[in-house]
C-alpha cells in the first residue's frame, strides 16, 4: 500500500462518504492511466473502448464523474441518456494528439481529396482520441469512431464498405493496423495539413489505401528502438509488450502489440516468474507492477502523460461535492446526434 499523507487519507474519506450517500445515483469512472488513488475511487476502471461501453450501458446514475482526458469525458456526454450529466474534474485535462486534427483542416483536406477521388469511396475513421466535431464528421459521411482495441475490427468493416480510409488523428495506430491487415508500405500516405494535397502527388493519393494524418501521441513516441534493445540486452528472457500508439520501428521489435486493456489482461494472464517490460504510461505499468507481485514488471521507459495526471483527489472531491454544477461537459445537439451515430458504429464492432 502507498504511504499516504493525513490530508490525502481525508480526502479519500470525503470522497468515499459523498459516495455512499449518492448511492446507484453517481458513476466514477477512471481511465487505467489516472493516478492509484483516482482508480481505487473509480466504480469502473478501464481503456477507453471499455469506457465508451460502460457509459452506453449506464443508465441508472444520473451523474457520470470521469476521470480522464476531455475527449473521453465529450463521448461519455454523447453515449449517455438526456437524463444524465458527465463532469470532469479538470477541464484542462486535455490530449495534444487530439488538437492535432481540428474539424477546419478535416474538411480542407476532405474537399482536396474530392477534387482528385470520389469520396463516396472514402471511409473517414476517427481514432477515439478526437474532439466530438470530428466524430460527427464521420458520422455524417458514413464512418465511425475506432479505439486501439477494436482498430483492426474498424479498419475491416471499412474496407467491407470502402477501397479507402482516411484514418486521424494518430498516424501510428493507422500505420500499424494497416501492417497487421498486410497492406503495403506504399498503399500507406500521411497527410500533412500544412502542405497541398498533404504533400502528396494525385498517383499517390490514387494509390493509397490507408490515407493517415500526420498526428501522434507525446506519451507513446518517447520509446525509442534503443530503448527496446537495451532491455533486451539487460533481460534476454522478458517479453516485450507495447501499445500500438508506438512508432512502427519499435512495434517490430516487440514481442506483443495491444491496446492498454489488452497490455492489462496479457500482464494478469502471464505465467508467475515472468518478466514482462511494457511500453505506455507509466502510472500504468507501475499499477500492474503493484497488482502483479509474481511477476516482474518494468517499463520500457518512464513516461508520463501530464494530463491525465491533472486530476487529483483535491479536484474529484471539489467535483464530488458540486455535483451537477462544476465543469459540466456539454455537446451540442447537432454535433452530437452525428457523433453518436459513429461512435454507436463503434460500440458494434468486437474488441479485437
Same mark, same amino acid.
Given at each position: 500500500?502507498?504511504?499516504?499523507?493525513?490530508?490525502?487519507?481525508?480526502? =479519500?474519506?470525503? =470522497?468515499?462518504?459523498?459516495?455512499?450517500?449518492?448511492?446507484?445515483?453517481?458513476? =466514477?469512472?477512471?481511465?487505467?492511466?489516472?493516478?492509484?488513488? &483516482?482508480?481505487?475511487?473509480?466504480?469502473?476502471?478501464?481503456?477507453?473502448?471499455?469506457?465508451?461501453?460502460?457509459?452506453?450501458?449506464?443508465?441508472?446514475?444520473?451523474?457520470?464523474?470521469?476521470?480522464?482526458?476531455?475527449?473521453?469525458?465529450?463521448?461519455?456526454? @454523447?453515449?449517455?441518456?438526456?437524463?444524465?450529466?458527465?463532469?470532469?474534474?479538470?477541464?484542462?485535462?486535455?490530449?495534444?494528439?487530439?488538437?492535432?486534427?481540428?474539424?477546419?483542416?478535416?474538411?480542407?483536406?476532405?474537399?482536396?481529396?474530392?477534387?482528385?477521388?470520389?469520396?463516396?469511396?472514402?471511409?473517414?475513421?476517427?481514432?477515439?482520441?478526437?474532439?466530438?466535431?470530428?466524430?460527427?464528421?464521420?458520422?455524417?459521411?458514413?464512418?465511425?469512431?475506432?479505439?486501439?482495441?477494436?482498430?483492426?475490427?474498424?479498419?475491416?468493416?471499412?474496407?467491407?464498405?470502402?477501397?479507402?480510409?482516411?484514418?486521424?488523428?494518430?498516424q501510428h495506430l493507422g500505420r500499424n493496423t494497416g501492417n497487421r491487415m498486410g497492406i503495403s508500405p506504399e498503399e500507406m500516405i500521411v497527410w500533412d495539413s500544412q502542405k497541398p494535397f498533404g504533400g502528396n502527388s494525385r498517383e499517390?493519393?490514387?494509390?493509397?489505401?490507408? =490515407?493517415?494524418?500526420?498526428?501522434?501521441?507525446?506519451?507513446?513516441?518517447?520509446? /525509442?528502438?534503443?530503448?527496446?534493445?537495451?532491455?533486451? %540486452?539487460?533481460?534476454?528472457?522478458?517479453? @516485450?509488450?507495447?501499445?500500438?500508439?508506438?512508432?512502427?520501428?519499435v512495434v517490430s521489435l516487440s514481442d506483443v502489440v495491444g491496446s492498454t486493456g489488452y497490455i492489462v489482461k496479457y500482464v494478469k494472464e502471464a505465467a508467475p516468474g515472468s518478466t514482462i517490460i511494457v511500453g505506455t504510461e507509466i502510472?500504468?505499468?507501475?499499477?500492474?507492477?503493484?497488482?502483479?507481485?509474481?511477476?516482474?514488471?518494468?517499463?520500457?521507459?518512464?513516461?508520463?502523460?501530464?494530463?491525465?495526471?491533472? &486530476?487529483?483527489?483535491? %479536484?474529484?472531491?471539489?467535483?464530488?461535492?458540486?455535483?451537477?454544477?462544476?465543469?459540466?461537459?456539454?455537446?451540442?445537439?447537432? @454535433?452530437?446526434?452525428?457523433?453518436?451515430?459513429?461512435? /454507436?458504429?463503434?460500440?458494434?464492432?468486437?474488441?479485437?
Amino acid at each position: 500500500m502507498l504511504d499516504r499523507s493525513s490530508e490525502e487519507e481525508r480526502l =479519500i474519506e470525503e =470522497i468515499k462518504k459523498i459516495k455512499k450517500e449518492m448511492g446507484d445515483n453517481l458513476i =466514477i469512472l477512471a481511465h487505467h492511466y489516472q493516478r492509484s488513488d &483516482i482508480v481505487d475511487l473509480a466504480d469502473f476502471r478501464g481503456d477507453s473502448f471499455e469506457l465508451s461501453q460502460k457509459t452506453a450501458q449506464s443508465r441508472t446514475a444520473n451523474n457520470i464523474i470521469f476521470c480522464g482526458v476531455h475527449f473521453m469525458a465529450e463521448s461519455a456526454t @454523447i453515449l449517455a441518456g438526456p437524463h444524465q450529466t458527465v463532469q470532469i474534474p479538470d477541464q484542462h485535462a486535455g490530449c495534444p494528439m487530439a488538437d492535432m486534427a481540428d474539424i477546419h483542416l478535416v474538411e480542407k483536406a476532405w474537399e482536396q481529396l474530392a477534387s482528385i477521388t470520389d469520396t463516396g469511396a472514402i471511409m473517414p475513421m476517427a481514432y477515439m482520441n478526437s474532439d466530438a466535431e470530428l466524430k460527427a464528421f464521420c458520422g455524417r459521411n458514413e464512418g465511425l469512431v475506432c479505439t486501439s482495441s477494436n482498430a483492426p475490427a474498424a479498419f475491416e468493416w471499412a474496407f467491407g464498405r470502402s477501397e479507402k480510409v482516411f484514418f486521424f488523428p494518430d498516424q501510428h495506430l493507422g500505420r500499424n493496423t494497416g501492417n497487421r491487415m498486410g497492406i503495403s508500405p506504399e498503399e500507406m500516405i500521411v497527410w500533412d495539413s500544412q502542405k497541398p494535397f498533404g504533400g502528396n502527388s494525385r498517383e499517390e493519393i490514387k494509390r493509397a489505401r490507408i =490515407i493517415l494524418w500526420d498526428g501522434y501521441c507525446l506519451v507513446h513516441t518517447r520509446f /525509442k528502438t534503443e530503448h527496446v534493445r537495451g532491455m533486451r %540486452k539487460r533481460f534476454p528472457e522478458a517479453k @516485450i509488450v507495447v501499445h500500438p500508439e508506438c512508432t512502427e520501428d519499435v512495434v517490430s521489435l516487440s514481442d506483443v502489440v495491444g491496446s492498454t486493456g489488452y497490455i492489462v489482461k496479457y500482464v494478469k494472464e502471464a505465467a508467475p516468474g515472468s518478466t514482462i517490460i511494457v511500453g505506455t504510461e507509466i502510472n500504468l505499468v507501475r499499477r500492474l507492477a503493484k497488482e502483479n507481485p509474481d511477476k516482474k514488471v518494468l517499463d520500457l521507459c518512464n513516461s508520463l502523460c501530464a494530463n491525465m495526471f491533472k &486530476i487529483d483527489l483535491k %479536484k474529484l472531491l471539489w467535483t464530488c461535492e458540486n455535483i451537477g454544477k462544476v465543469n459540466v461537459v456539454t455537446v451540442p445537439d447537432t @454535433i452530437k446526434e452525428n457523433a453518436q451515430k459513429a461512435l /454507436k458504429r463503434m460500440l458494434d464492432l468486437p474488441a479485437s
